[in-house]
């Protein structure tokens, strides 16, 4: 079993930086794609960056490409997503995820784990 504990999050203005940090437990976390994925009100779980278990591959979707970047300490057992030139539209809750393969996808249902989120409110 492998536990995901988001932080990081936080109410910061438009323009501003957030790096989320997810920490993960389980001596398999090295082998395993991680990635995070984004909930607003009303609307749907949605990827927003997935990385490989050596991190050499990673995946964006087209919203936060250049301006998010998705990264790995497997030392540390961490996976982290700084965020910056943050938007309104980035408001959400922020959730950790990881799947029993090396490789990342952007489908939510193809990942085994999941953390229990974490708020990130950007105010314009």
């Known amino acids: 079993q492998v536990q995901l504990v988001e932080s990081g999050g936080g109410l910061v203005q438009a323009g501003g930086s957030l790096r989320l940090s997810c920490a993960a437990s389980?001596?398999?976390?090295?082998?395993?794609?991680m990635g995070w994925f984004r909930q607003a009100p009303g609307k749907e779980r949605e990827v927003v960056a997935a990385?490989?278990?050596?991190?050499?591959?990673?995946l964006y979707a087209d919203s936060v490409k250049g301006r998010f970047t998705i990264s790995r300490d497997n030392a540390k057992n961490t996976v982290y997503l700084q965020m910056n030139s943050l938007k309104p539209e980035d408001t959400a809750v922020y959730y950790c995820a990881g799947r029993t393969s090396r490789y990342p996808i952007s489908s939510r249902d193809e990942y085994d784990y999941w953390g229990q989120g974490t708020q990130v409110t950007v105010s314009s």
């Open positions: 990385i490989s278990w050596s991190g050499g591959s990673t």
């Open positions: 389980g001596r398999t976390f090295s082998s395993y794609a």
